[in-house]
């Protein structure tokens, strides 16, 4: 079946520019996570969404990072005016419901930021 | 604080050779822990993982992992590591009962010489 998908796959940004990524859970996973990977580094928490409920924002670094859920579907992290700090695979991942780990990535978004 | 730690930052094992990557975790309780792999251009994919019961666990393409609670470990292991194996290797854990965070090791990155 389908799995979790990311576009753009790529996005080269100049600095200062706002972009938006998108996440299309797998059907009927009510819980999304946004993570992101610098290079060489391991996976670090953004935000998680979990069905209606408010969602878990403590891993955003700061406030030019947000994302938006609609009900159960897609999500989109929008990062405002680009530093180059935020160059990263971000990656989102569904889970079926909170007590069902693990978790389903997507291939991830290369953001790059000139 | 709850971390996750991989000693080994690189590993280059031969074709055939046997293959344990190494976890570590802090945790006040047994978390439940994961093994995932990162190939080249892939997303991460879930090979084992412990919840509880059985400390050796089966996952994926041949791999298995123990879960040594006097040890506060959870290695991966693999009799004979074949090319394909090359990739980046993380463990993660999470409190038993929340899905919220999973904490990420910073991963250990598998060659393979023919």
């Known amino acids: 079946g389908a799995g979790v998908s990311q576009s753009p796959s790529n996005k080269v940004t100049e600095k200062g520019k706002d972009v938006e990524l998108r996440c299309d859970p797998i059907?009927?996973?009510?819980?999304l996570y946004w993570y992101r990977q610098r290079l060489g580094q391991g996976l670090e928490f953004l935000i998680y969404?979990?069905?209606?409920?408010?969602?878990?924002k403590s891993g955003l670094p700061s406030d030019r990072f947000s994302a938006e859920r609609t009900g159960e579907s897609v999500s989109t992290l929008t990062i405002q005016r680009t530093q180059q700090e935020d160059s990263a695979v971000y990656l989102c991942?569904?889970?079926?419901?909170?007590?069902?780990?693990?978790?389903?990535f997507g291939n991830g978004t290369r953001l790059t930021v000139t | 604080a709850q971390s996750v730690t991989q000693p080994d930052i690189h590993i280059t094992v031969s074709e055939g050779a046997s293959l344990e990557l190494r976890c570590n975790y802090s945790?006040?309780?047994?978390?439940?822990l994961f093994w995932y792999v990162q190939s080249p251009g892939q997303g991460l994919q879930l090979l084992l993982k412990?919840?509880?019961?059985d400390t050796l666990v089966q996952g994926i393409k041949g791999f298995e992992a123990e879960f040594k609670r006097s040890q506060s470990s959870f290695n991966l292991r693999k009799p004979s590591v074949h090319w394909s194996d090359a990739a980046e290797y993380f463990c993660?854990?999470?409190?038993?009962?929340?899905?919220?965070?999973?904490?990420w090791g910073l991963g250990t990155s598998l060659a393979v010489n023919p």
């Open positions: 059907s009927g996973h009510t819980a």
């Open positions: 991942a569904s889970s079926l419901n909170t007590e069902d780990p693990p978790l389903h």
């Open positions: 993660a854990a999470r409190p038993a009962g929340n899905n919220r965070k999973l904490i």
């Open positions: 945790y006040g309780a047994t978390p439940y």
């Open positions: 412990y919840f509880s019961g």
């Open positions: 969404f979990q069905g209606n409920s408010a969602p878990d």
